[in-house]
């Protein structure tokens, strides 16, 4: 039977998730949030070892440059996430850009390429088995997040990811129980189901 690679391994593929408060955790904390539980489902399919799953969001980041908001790509984390050298780069972003009254959602597709396009820039690990880039379309059930995800985020997404070599869509259909009582950060539930969906595009 084959071992399972070890931690630290240089078979290891190392995953980078990138995002906002949902990819920190929000309310569920650093061990409750989808790149922990991505880890677990990873480790449980492919054998511990064979991924390294890392988080670097940052609360409260969007996804476009917008003045006077926190832009994910001019964050501290964003250049750690760069310095990681990822195979595979889940980026979720966009849930804040739909839901600030001076956010620019109908800007998030562009923001999401050039933000491929300068992890490209600078260096990805290969590992051509697993696609480079995992788009996850953001959540939020407010109205007013629901109208502009799905007028401007999801088709500009959708659009993207078909101009992007090695990137693959994440088009999630959460339900109210996916959501915490705010109605922006995600349960435990709706963390599972980013987890496993995230998984399944991956493997």
Request: charged residues 20%; hydrophobic residues 40%; positive net charge.
């Amino acid at each position: 039977m084959k071992r399972p690679a070890s931690r630290g391994s240089s078979h290891q593929v190392r995953i980078a998730c990138l995002g906002d408060s949902n990819t920190v955790g929000g309310g569920l904390g650093r061990d409750g949030a989808y790149p922990a539980r991505l880890q677990a489902k990873l480790d449980g399919q492919a054998g511990i070892g064979a991924f390294l799953v890392k988080s670097f969001g940052v609360n409260g980041a969007v996804a476009v440059n917008t003045p006077g908001k926190k832009c994910y790509v001019k964050e501290r984390r964003y250049v750690d996430a760069t310095h990681f050298h990822a195979h595979v780069h889940v980026v979720m972003l966009g849930t804040n850009d739909a839901g600030h009254i001076h956010g620019e959602p109908e800007r998030v597709g562009e923001a999401i390429a050039a933000l491929v396009k300068d992890l490209r820039r600078g260096g990805i690990a290969a590992a051509s088995k697993y696609p480079k880039f995992v788009i996850v379309q953001p959540p939020g059930a407010k109205a007013r997040h629901q109208e502009n995800l799905k007028t401007h985020v999801y088709p500009s997404l959708r659009k993207v990811v078909r101009s992007i070599k090695d990137a693959t869509l994440v088009d999630l259909e959460l339900k109210p129980m996916a959501y915490a009582t705010d109605q922006v950060h995600l349960s435990e539930q709706g963390a599972e189901q980013v987890a496993a969906a995230v998984a399944a595009a991956i493997l």
